[in-house]
């Protein structure tokens, strides 16, 4: 079969991988979509997300959606050509975490597409993919799989509004319109937001922000513009979900938060220490909270997209077929070119 295998930064090469043997618990899924993530493009433009780097050659992807090929001895309740949403998360399900029902804390997590352990895991922009069963979820014949695609970055939105508590009637500050941004605007309206606020550095995500949820949005780009969310704003957000992954977002966030709010940490800093304002936090008494990946949210984010209740339709930008991955990321990585970009894989 054929893959996208990262060697290094900006050395992606489409080329022939060996077909896995399945075990017993296992199926094999002919890939139908993947959508680049923010990690995808983190680790082929710098070759690392985060603390995790990549070390020997590795596919990418974990946005994914497939039809079963073959089932395992052992595979009950799936079939041959049942088309799913694909969990990327394989935790061990025995340690204290996975019994506790925080899975995504689990220490021998093994998540598509990952270099956060050696070996690194492979992931499924590939022709074809082995994985356990369990993170098998069906979907009916009427969805688009491209659609499908989009439920892991959807469960991550999930995980963070999840993570912020109580939002009924709350007031909300997103930093960073990309799609796990977006798609937390739209979740915190579900979850009663009383209303939501945008920021990014560019224009063409904050008109998209506006068509999920947003009701006001600010280009922090501008000092002035920023400083009016401050001044305009500040002491008056509830809760803060940052998005953006930039350290500046967080000073920010601590100028415009209410006292007593909750921010919650979705994106992925750069490596290295952050700095934050402990006097800040002290003093107004922020909660101050991490958000990683997802746990039970991602059957949630499956049944939502297959129920319409959430409309992904205005963050998918475009689609490429595999053989053309290293346009699709070029595309992928201009935020005012896209928002969410696929791979068309068969």
């Known amino acids: 079969m054929l893959a996208a295998v990262l060697h290094g930064a900006k050395d992606l090469r489409i080329e022939p ?20 993530c923010g990690s995808d493009l983190s680790y082929y433009f710098k070759g690392r997300v985060g603390e995790f780097a990549v070390r020997h050659p590795m596919i990418l992807g974990h946005e994914v959606s497939g039809e079963i090929q073959e089932l395992g001895s052992a595979v009950q309740g799936l079939a041959v050509g049942t088309r799913v949403a694909l969990d990327p998360s394989r935790p061990c399900l025995s340690c204290e975490y996975c019994r506790a029902g925080r899975s995504n804390l689990c220490h021998q997590m093994r998540f598509l597409g990952s270099a956060a352990v050696v070996p690194h895991v492979q992931g499924g922009f590939a022709q074809n ?35 912020a508590g109580d939002l009924l009637g709350k ?11 977006l798609l937390c605007m739209r979740t915190a309206r579900l979850a009663g937001a ?49 998005a953006s992954g930039a350290p500046s977002a967080l000073g920010l966030i601590f100028q415009a938060l209410k006292r007593g709010g909750r921010v919650v940490q979705l994106g992925m800093l750069p490596s290295g220490e952050t700095p ?16 990683f990946r ?20 205005p963050i998918l930008s475009a689609e490429f077929p595999l053989a053309k991955a290293a346009s699709a990321f070029a595309i992928a990585g201009d935020r005012t070119r896209a928002i969410k970009v696929h791979l068309a894989i068969s």
């Open 17 to 36: 991988v060996g077909d896995l043997a399945l075990e017993p618990d296992e199926v094999r899924l002919k890939i139908a979509y993947g959508g680049i």
């Open 129 to 163: 993919l082995v994985v356990r069963a369990d993170q098998c979820i069906p979907v009916p014949d009427g969805i688009s799989m491209r659609v499908v695609a989009c439920a892991e970055p959807l469960a991550v939105a999930l995980h963070g509004v999840r993570r």
């Open 171 to 181: 007031r909300v500050l997103v930093t960073g319109s990309g799609p796990v941004g």
């Open 194 to 242: 009383l209303e939501v606020c945008a920021t990014d550095i560019f224009d063409p995500p904050l008109k998209i922000a506006l068509t999920m949820g947003a009701a006001h949005v600010v280009n922090v780009s501008n000092d002035a513009d920023a400083r009016s969310l401050i001044d305009g704003h500040g002491g008056g957000f509830d809760v803060a979900l940052e």
């Open 276 to 291: 934050v304002s402990i006097n800040l936090l002290q003093s107004r008494e922020f909660d101050l909270v991490g958000s």
């Open 294 to 313: 997802f746990h039970q949210e991602f059957k949630l984010a499956v049944a939502m997209l297959v129920a319409g209740t959430v409309d992904v339709t």
